[in-house]
């Protein structure tokens, strides 16, 4: 860290390897905002060359082609300030786990809900008293009935696991 201190407050430039590292820190940045969807970019105000670079290696299937094109997102990145972009990549990340979680929950609910049935109706009543008990039960019901064909069977489970997400939802955190 001194070391680089003392070399800008001389005048000398970066070291090969310094601007190496910096250089795939930026084509690494442009790689995942490749991967982004075109309103998602849009969202982040990128400037409008880079935008027209990353949508146009969207477009490239060509291996080595696509190549050249990151090394000339890279080198634009070079440009911009990487900081607010990596921020806001990173909340995307972080809200997509929690959403992947919050989905776990509920189809472990789900899955209780069809295998130990009344027992854990009553163990997600006592947690959530709002639930409306007997329209889980009529899912419930439906969905592990043995006189009811596959299809509706499987129309209830996923009309419980929305039952179950609304009511997740309706809880505060």
Same mark, same amino acid.
């Given at each position: 860290?001194?070391?680089?201190?003392?070399?800008?407050?001389?005048?000398?430039?970066?070291?090969?390897? $310094? %601007?190496? =590292?910096? @250089?795939?820190?930026?084509? #690494?940045?442009?790689? !995942?905002?490749? /991967?982004?969807? *075109?309103?998602? &970019?849009?969202?982040?105000?990128?400037?409008?060359?880079?935008?027209?670079?990353?949508?146009?290696?969207?477009?490239?299937?060509?291996?080595?082609?696509?190549?050249?094109?990151?090394?000339?997102?890279?080198?634009?990145?070079?440009?911009?300030?990487?900081?607010?972009?990596?921020?806001?990549?990173? $909340? %995307?990340? =972080?809200? @997509?786990?929690?959403?992947? #979680?919050?989905?776990? !929950?509920?189809? /472990?609910?789900? *899955?209780?809900? &069809?295998?130990?049935?009344?027992?854990?109706?009553?163990?997600?009543?006592?947690?959530?008293?709002?639930?409306?008990?007997?329209?889980?039960?009529?899912?419930?019901?439906?969905?592990?009935?043995?006189?009811?064909?596959?299809?509706?069977?499987?129309?209830?489970?996923?009309?419980?696991?929305?039952?179950? %997400?609304?009511?997740?939802?309706?809880?505060?955190?």
């Amino acid at each position: 860290m001194q070391d680089d201190e003392e070399s800008q407050e001389f005048g000398e430039r970066p070291s090969k390897s $310094a %601007r190496k =590292r910096e @250089a795939d820190a930026a084509q #690494g940045l442009g790689t !995942r905002l490749i /991967a982004l969807k *075109e309103s998602e &970019l849009a969202a982040l105000g990128l400037p409008e060359k880079l935008f027209d670079a990353i949508m146009l290696a969207k477009r490239i299937t060509a291996r080595g082609g696509l190549a050249r094109q990151r090394q000339y997102i890279g080198k634009l990145m070079r440009d911009i300030d990487p900081a607010p972009i990596e921020s806001a990549l990173n $909340a %995307r990340s =972080r809200g @997509a786990s929690i959403d992947a #979680g919050k989905h776990k !929950r509920i189809e /472990a609910w789900r *899955e209780r809900l &069809l295998t130990e049935g009344p027992a854990a109706l009553d163990e997600l009543l006592a947690w959530s008293p709002a639930a409306d008990r007997k329209a889980l039960k009529a899912l419930i019901d439906k969905a592990t009935g043995t006189r009811v064909d596959s299809g509706s069977r499987d129309a209830a489970s996923r009309e419980l696991f929305r039952s179950l %997400r609304t009511l997740f939802d309706s809880i505060p955190r």
